[in-house]
Each structure stands twice: as structure tokens, then as C-alpha cells.
């Protein structure tokens, strides 16, 4: 069993800054309870209604994620306490408290906890605003803790899915790297258009995958040194299709799917699978068109030589409003003119891009 330490400072010893008298007051309403190290002192998920206030000793306060893991939510020591929500709620432990090393604490219940509110209100209200301030840290903390877990296998979606896109383009040299730069394109699009970042996710995963399709296609037709015959593009053109087919029943995906399925559609309505037209084709689509083929056309490929970058800007224009949405074509070209994309830089003339017959 693996264990995880939060990266929090142990919380501040409030009882050990009351007074004497203080103190004394709040053992008259306490048992006083020992233990050894190594001695669970409450378990998680265990019901109970008392609250505990270390007098001497140190513990180790941790909860356990749904992957087995412990996460160290706190070190205590002389002073501190935990248990607070026994005394605002009569429910199950949410963390499992050990003694670290020989223990004494005083252990409040909650019916206790309200004689001392209604005899001692100014000390009982003292308490309550320091468990408040407690559990405002706690819940800052645990989502910091999901979140940082949510990256973390938000990175490997992503790398598992990296190794599925090195396995399709090791098929076919001419493509290698093909689908990292459609991604780049893509997502510095996205940006340049405001896309919200839960959306500039989904769209990066349909980007790695918008060819996975291919993956049906045979050797020889895919890499196919001259033009296809009308029943080989007809393979070709299935593999957006093919591709939802292989990927729908990924939950993780499902956003990805339309984006993998229409990278194909024609804002003119005259692409496919579909052969939807305009805005009716998702945003993320239309995004992906326009990267695949911008880098397609800079690129070698069997069937014929590569274009440069002034040449390819120019086509982006003419079948703007026809295969692409003319908003996504100028966004790019801005994109270019600026140098904003890194791999890109070296193919652009000092001047930037021609801006004529825009």
C-alpha cells in the first residue's frame, strides 16, 4: 500500500494556546483516553460522535482513495485536534487517526460538546470558529488532491493514446508526425478562438485520433504511390466511420467522437461520411480540416510532392467557404503571420505571409 503526503503544513495547535483555566474547563466535559503507538485511535468510516483534543503525543491523520492509495492529510501534535465534524454532524469518520507515538488526548462527545456551549458559550464559540477555519483547509486540500490526481490521468489518456498513434504511423513513413502536428495546429486554432479548456481537451484527443481509422485500411491502398481508383477512395473515405466505430464504446472518448467522425465534412455540405454542411458540423471537425489539410499539403506524400507554405496559405483561401469555414482559414493565416507555430517558422519568408486578395 502505497502512501501519499499532502503538501500541507500540520494544522496550528489552538488548544495549546488557551489558557490554563481554559483548558481545565474543557477536561471537566472530557474523558481522558491513552495510547501506544502504532494504536488506531478512530477509523475511517466508523461511525462515532466525539472529538478528540491531543493533551500530549503526536499522530498521523490519513484517508484512503479509491485506488488504495493513503494520502496523509496531517501530522498533530500537543494541542491540536481532529474529529471536528463529530461534533456538527453524528456520522461516519472520514479519515483514520494513528498514535505516532505514546498518546494522551481528551476525548469530547458531542451531547458533552452542547453542555459546554450552553454553560461556557464564549470558549464553545471559539471552538467552533476554529473548526470552521479546519474545515475550509480540509476541503481546499482534498481538492487540491483531485485535482492534481485529475491531470495526472488526464496525461495518461493522453500518452495511452500517444502509443496507440506511433503504432498507425509506423505503417506509413510519409505520415510520420503527421498527426502530432494536426494537434498542434488544432489546439493553437482552438486558443486563438477562445475555446474553453474542457473543450480544448476534447479536441486534442480528436485530433491524436482523427485518422485512427486508417488502421483498417490495407498497405496498398493507403500508401498508394498514383491516384486512387473510385472503390480504393471509397476505402479511404470510410475511415472517419471506421474510426467512431473503434473508438465509441471508450467512455473517456465519447466527447472526441463527433470531431474524429467529421474532420472530413465540408462546410459546402459535399464531404463525408455525413455530408453535413456549415455550423452543423462540430467546431472541433471544422478545426481539424483545416490542420490535416494545411499539413498535408506541406507535406511529401506518395501520390505527389509536397507545397510550401505560401502555396498552401493560398489554397486555404480559395476553398475557403467551400471545404473550410472561412472563420477557421483566417484565424490560421493570423496564426502564421504571427510565427506562432514553432515547427512552421523556418517555411516563412522574412516578410510573413502574402496578405493580398484576403
Known sequence: MEKHTADVKSSKTFFARLSPEETSLIKSYSKEKKYLPGDVIVREKTLTDTFCIIKKGSVEVTKKYMDSEDMVLAVMGDGDFFGEMALLDQGTRSATVKALTSTTIYEISRKSFELLLKKQPDLAYTILRELSTRLREAGTLLVAHLERKNRQLTQAYIDTVQVLVN????????????????????????????????????????????????????????????????????????????????????????????????????????????????????????????????????????????????????????????????????????????????????????????????
Open 167 to 358: 503504432a498507425l504511423e509506423a505503417r506509413d513513413t510519409y505520415t510520420s508526425g503527421h498527426t502530432a502536428r494536426v494537434t498542434v495546429i488544432a489546439k493553437e486554432i482552438a486558443r486563438k478562438m477562445g475555446m474553453a479548456p474542457e473543450d480544448l481537451y476534447t479536441l486534442e484527443m480528436g485530433a491524436l485520433l482523427h485518422d485512427v481509422g486508417k488502421i483498417g485500411i490495407p498497405d496498398s491502398v493507403l500508401g498508394k504511390p498514383g491516384p486512387l481508383e473510385k472503390s480504393e477512395f471509397q476505402i479511404i473515405a470510410g475511415h472517419p466511420g471506421m474510426g467512431g466505430q473503434i473508438l465509441k464504446n471508450i467512455e473517456y472518448l465519447e466527447n472526441s467522437l463527433p470531431s474524429v467522425m467529421s474532420h472530413h465534412e465540408r462546410f459546402d455540405g459535399k464531404g463525408y461520411p455525413e455530408g453535413l454542411a456549415g455550423k452543423s458540423i462540430p467546431l472541433a471537425g471544422r478545426i481539424i480540416a483545416v490542420a490535416d489539410s494545411f499539413d498535408a499539403m506541406i507535406s511529401s506524400r506518395p501520390y505527389r510532392e509536397k507545397i510550401d507554405t505560401m502555396e498552401a496559405v493560398k489554397e486555404l483561401r480559395k476553398c475557403s467557404g467551400t471545404q473550410f469555414d472561412s472563420d477557421i482559414v483566417e484565424t490560421f493565416i493570423k496564426i502564421i503571420e504571427s510565427g506562432g507555430l514553432e515547427f512552421l517558422k523556418e517555411a516563412l519568408p522574412e516578410q510573413g505571409v502574402d496578405n493580398k486578395n484576403r
